[in-house]
């Protein structure tokens, strides 16, 4: 059974920081295409960030510079490093693993911005 769990979400203030994580199982970890995407309230669900097998990293441009992706191969967990939060970073955060034509993913984590 596939599952990916995400932690690390909550409420912070403008400039703080969070670090997410997504524990997986079910899986070979190692191969797959991992990423994060946000659902903002009434928005589409977006990618934020990704990062492939050999560890090449990829990031929606607004948080450039602010998140960074990382992997653990051997824990089999992804995270996602946000610093200088914004308001415009509330949303739901989900953890998304793709190989081919398969990709699963996990049940989200609130992330809220606010003063």
């Known amino acids: 059974q596939v599952q990916l769990v995400e932690s690390g979400g909550g409420l912070v203030q403008p400039g703080g920081s969070l670090r997410l994580s997504c524990q997986t199982s079910?899986?070979?970890?190692?191969?797959?295409?991992m990423a994060w995407y946000r659902q903002p309230p009434g928005k589409q669900r977006d990618m934020v960030a990704t990062?492939?097998?050999?560890?090449?990293?990829t990031y929606l441009d607004s948080v450039k510079g602010r998140f960074t992706i990382s992997r653990d191969n051997t824990k089999k967990t992804l995270t996602l490093q946000m610093d200088r939060l914004e308001p415009s970073d509330t949303a739901v955060y989900y953890c998304?693993?793709?190989?081919?034509?398969?990709?699963?993913w996990g049940q989200g984590t609130q992330v809220t911005v606010s003063s």
């Open positions: 990062i492939t097998a050999d560890g090449k990293q």
């Open positions: 998304s693993a793709v190989l081919e034509d398969r990709q699963h």
């Open positions: 079910g899986i070979t970890f190692r191969f797959y295409k």
